[in-house]
T-cell receptor, first 112, second 110 residues
Framework: KAGVTQTPRYLIKTRGQQVTLSCSPI?????VSWYQQTPGQGLQFLFEYFSETQRNKGNFPGRFSGRQFSNSRSEMNVSTLELGDSALYLC???????????FGPGTRLLVL | SQQGEEDPQALSIQEGENATMNCSYKTSINNLQWYRQNSGRGLVHLILIRSNEREKHSGRLRVTLDTSKKSSSLLITASRAADTASYFC??????????FGAGTTVTVRA
């Protein structure tokens, strides 16, 4: 099976812009989670989707949003970018909750 | 706040030696997972151990879980240069997310 894919892999934006990141889970996986990784805060949970429903959301401002499509692919959007949003954004998928999460290679976002 | 905390923060060992890192957490868990990350890339899943398990093995990896002490350890035996990476523990408490520790950076010297 193909692994979790994320696009784009690298992105440079300026403050105030918005960005959309995409994640395609492993075939058959219905749960998709997003995490932000920064040197200062480490790995932090953003949100989790299962069958197009958000089941949990981390402690992030409303500028961070996401959605999941009927084919389980997911997107996350960050509006009004701030310098502190520069991070590695990781997507993970699993077949069911409580099982192994498989991570994609990440999207590295740099906000200037 | 982070659920898991790894110890030590960094570890440097000679090739062929064993590496042990520990993870402590705060609340009851469903399972605990260990991941490896090379140079800021994606996380690679190593082992999942459930709350009713005490020990699991996978190749050169051995994971233990002590729920009474709320702690886990990861042992890498006969380390290789390719084991140089950051290692993270992550806890699942059944709320559809993983909570990660800050990680242990392991350097294997040739």
């Amino acid at each position: 099976k193909a692994g979790v894919t994320q696009t784009p892999r690298y992105l440079i934006k300026t403050r105030g812009q918005q960005v959309t990141l995409s994640c395609s889970p492993i075939s058959g996986h219905r749960s998709v989670s997003w995490y932000q990784q920064t040197p200062g805060q480490g790995l932090q949970f953003l949100f989790e989707y299962f069958s197009e429903t958000q089941r949990n959301k981390g402690n992030f401002p409303g500028r961070f949003s996401g959605r999941q499509f009927s084919n389980s692919r997911s997107e996350m959007n960050v509006s009004t970018l701030e310098l502190g949003d520069s991070a590695l954004y990781l997507c993970a998928s699993s077949s069911v909750s409580g099982e192994t999460q498989y991570f994609g290679p990440g999207t590295r976002l740099l906000v200037l | 706040s982070q659920q898991g905390e790894e110890d030590p923060q960094a570890l440097s060992i000679q090739e062929g030696e064993n590496a042990t890192m520990n993870c402590s957490y705060k609340t009851s868990i469903n399972n605990l997972q260990w991941y490896r990350q090379n140079s800021g890339r994606g996380l690679v899943h190593l082992i999942l151990i459930r709350s009713n398990e005490r020990e699991k093995h996978s190749g050169r990896l051995r994971v233990t879980l002590d729920t009474s002490k709320k702690s886990s350890s990861l042992l890498i035996t006969a380390s290789r240069a390719a084991d140089t990476a950051s290692y993270f523990c992550a806890t699942d408490v059944g709320d559809y997310k993983l909570s990660f520790g800050a990680g242990t950076t392991v350097t294997v010297r040739a």
